[in-house]
């Protein structure tokens, strides 16, 4: 299932190479944090037991990796494609599941403080766009029922 998420040719390189590990900030900052770990199981086969770690999390996203590698492949793609599996498993924390309630339900991630932009001299945040969310959301489940439909 990775082999369609991951080249591993590069990862193989990757797990090798290690350079990023000294400028990943949740490395650094991370008690037990060590994606080399996951890498090394993913090329193992054995990157089962990572789905339900809270580490696949902790990575973010920040390109770090990414500005070190000579190859311009790191870790941060395995922790990518380490959370599109899991999330398609219904394996992920309880916020990923709050802010994808928020985004469906406003079309936003999180709500702007009005009291905080006023405080600021800042303008009213614009509309969330939130209807539009919504339609195009039903629009995908249909697309999605009618897929299912054809296939069975």
Not at 28 to 39: E, F, K, Q
Not at 120 to 127: D, H, Q, R, S
Request: charged share 30%.
């Amino acid at each position: 299932m990775l082999k369609s998420h991951l080249n591993f040719t590069l990862l193989e390189e990757c797990r090798k190479c290690g350079a990023c590990y000294e400028v990943c900030p949740s490395c650094i900052a991370l008690p037990g944090y060590d994606p080399r770990a996951v890498i090394k199981d993913i090329l193992e086969g054995s990157y089962e037991k990572w789905l339900e770690s809270k580490h696949i999390w902790q990575c973010l996203e920040c390109h770090h990796c990414l500005e070190m590698c000579y190859q311009h492949y790191g870790f941060e793609d395995a922790m990518t494609a380490m959370r599109t599996i899991a999330t398609k498993k219904g394996l992920y924390p309880p916020q990923i599941k709050r802010g994808w309630a928020m985004f469906e339900k406003t079309g936003r991630l999180g709500e702007p403080s009005k009291p905080g932009r006023k405080k600021y001299g800042l303008p009213e945040p614009a509309k969330s766009g939130g209807d539009e969310i919504k339609k195009l959301l039903a629009i995908l489940k249909n697309d999605t029922s009618g897929e299912k439909a054809d296939k069975g």
